[in-house]
């Protein structure tokens, strides 16, 4: 099996070392390349090709909610998962709507950052729906809530109705097997409105699926 190609991203060289470290124990991840800060992290990407890179937020030069923004325009771009020192962040919020597929706590035990990678390179967010709503809860930007809500809807409206019960299956945090059982459709058929739904909407990956049905206000009786 081909290993994960992994770039880590991170100012403090005690973190990159411990990262290091454990995701050298992993076989099927392998570590291609390691930053200090999101402005070295265009050209490492370009010359090392990773699958995922587990990005620090807070960097002195260039951020790496600024690092993922640029990534994740390319049209090539390799999954992102941000790390970060808090659970209600405005930056991570940040950084998931322009397209990383999760975070991470940098206290997080070992296992769970190594098993967040190889979800990630699975297709499949570092992101509970509970999290994401505790998250949006304390990170609310200036746009009034209604104004977000309505237009949250009116982009949802623009989906099949098969398209958009698998878009708020999604924000529910069910898996392609979970939601193929609960709507009577094959894995097959998930993936394909689940890549239909990404395309219709110019959106990234499933988290910000989630977060556009959160806004739409559909999880509100979970």
Excluded at 190 to 209: D, E
Aim: aromatic share 2%; hydrophobic share 45%; net charge negative.
């Amino acid at each position: 099996m081909t290993p994960i190609r992994l770039l880590l991203v991170d100012d403090d060289p005690l973190v990159r070392a411990g990262l290091s470290f454990m995701m050298g124990g992993a076989d099927d991840i392998e570590i291609v390349g390691e930053a200090a800060d999101g402005s070295e992290v265009p050209a490492l990407v370009d010359r090392t090709r990773p699958d995922v890179v587990l990005m620090d937020i807070r960097m002195p030069l260039v951020d790496g909610l600024t690092a993922t923004e640029e990534l994740r325009g390319r049209a090539d771009a390799p999954d992102v998962i941000v790390l970060t020192t808090f659970h209600a962040d405005e930056q991570v919020l940040r950084a998931l709507r322009a397209g990383a597929a999760g975070f991470v706590l940098k206290d997080t035990p070992p296992a769970e950052i190594v098993q967040a990678v190889r979800r990630v390179a699975a297709g499949d967010p570092v992101l509970s729906p509970t999290v994401t709503r505790q998250l949006i809860a304390h990170t609310a930007g200036p746009e009034p809530h209604l104004d977000r809500t309505a237009r949250a809807r009116a982009r949802l409206g623009t989906l099949a109705e098969r398209e958009r019960e698998v878009a708020v299956a999604v924000g529910h945090g069910r898996a392609n097997a979970e939601i193929a059982a609960e709507l009577f459709m094959s894995v097959a058929t998930v993936k394909a409105h689940v890549s239909r739904t990404l395309t219709k909407l110019n959106l990234n990956n499933r988290v910000q699926i989630a977060l556009l049905v959160h806004d739409a206000g559909l999880l509100e009786d979970e």
